[in-house]
Structures are given as C-alpha cells and as structure tokens.
C-alpha cells in the first residue's frame, strides 16, 4: 500500500474520491502520485496500485485482495470503452472520464461575454487550492488541463508538460 494518511489517496480525501466529484486540482494529484514513471499512462500495475489504496484501506477492511483485482478486472474492461487507441493503458484523458470531475471550472468564466476582474480573481481562487498565492505543482496543471480540455485537445502528460514546464 502507497505512504500517505489513512484519510487521503494522493492527498485527496478518500471519502471524496469515492464519492463525490474531484477537483482538477485533485484529479491531477491522483494522476501524478500514480503514474510513478511519468510516461503519461497508467499502466496495469500503477492501476492496480491506485485500486489498492482506494479499496484496502483500513476503513474498508471487508474488502479482500481478491474483489480488488475483479473489481479492477471490471474497470478495465469498463474502460477500454474509453482506451481510443486499445493499447491497454490508462491515459490521463481516459481516466478523467472514468472519474468522477466537477465541469470545467474554465468554462463557467471563459464563454462570458467580457471577462473582469472578478472572474480573474475568481479563477486564481479556483486553482490555488492550497491557499498560499501561489498557482503551482498539481493545481498549475489542473489550470493547463482545464484550458486544454476547454481549447479542445485531448487531455494527455504531453500536453500538461508543454503548457507548465517545472511542475
């Protein structure tokens, strides 16, 4: 089982992530703390990775090693619905999908008829999760993602490393 607190995947609330829906902040959190080689997919073993900590933690001791492979078995085959390319890895644009994520916060702002101010303001307290000034780490590349998926591209590493080198 991955470090971390009992309460938190990847530093999302565990409740949260089973639940309701993820920030881009959090999604992008949960992409980078399981895709541990940075080739932009989650393989089987990063996936199963992932399911683990969601599903054998000790709040949810009732469930066995087992019903966590069968149940990633099942998200698999659910998700090559989703796997474009059929190579078997999960991109980062595919796992959005399966994932439960709030609307594009973006959206709400950019398909104004003029943007202020506020809505820049709006926007900077959107993304700045952490509260420190500061838009960097997984919330700099919930803001790219959020604007590449707006502009239309897929959701990929590629695409988050060009847009936020550094992060």
Same mark, same amino acid.
């Given at each position: 089982?991955?470090?971390?607190?009992?309460?938190?995947?990847?530093?999302?609330?565990?409740?949260?992530?089973?639940?309701?829906?993820? =920030?881009?902040?959090?999604?992008?959190?949960?992409?980078?703390?399981?895709?541990?080689?940075?080739?932009?997919?989650? #393989?089987?073993? #990063?996936?199963?990775e992932f399911m683990k900590d969601?599903?054998?933690?000790?709040?949810? =001791?009732?469930? =066995?090693?087992e019903q966590v492979e069968k149940y990633t078995a099942e998200v698999i085959h659910i998700m090559d619905t989703?796997?474009?390319?059929?190579?078997g890895r999960f991109e980062m644009n595919e796992l959005a999908k399966a994932l439960k994520? #709030?609307?594009?916060y973006?959206?709400?702002?950019?398909?104004?008829k003029s943007i202020k101010d506020k809505h820049i303001q709006s926007i900077l307290?959107?993304?700045?999760?952490?509260?420190?000034?500061?838009?960097e780490g997984p919330e700099l590349n919930a803001f790219v993602g959020d604007l590449a998926r707006h502009s239309g591209?897929?959701? =990929?590493l590629s695409i988050i490393e060009k847009r936020s080198p550094g992060c």
């Open positions: 089982m991955s470090s971390g607190k009992l309460k938190d995947v990847a530093g999302v609330d565990l409740k949260k992530l089973r639940n309701k829906k993820l =920030t881009s902040t959090e999604f992008m959190q949960v992409w980078f703390h399981y895709d541990k080689d940075r080739s932009g997919f989650l #393989e089987y073993n #990063e996936f199963s969601l599903f054998l933690r000790k709040d949810c =001791t009732d469930i =066995t090693p989703y796997d474009e390319n059929r190579d994520i #709030e609307e594009n973006l959206n709400k702002i950019i398909n104004k307290q959107h993304y700045n999760s952490d509260v420190n000034d500061t838009i591209y897929k959701l =990929t």
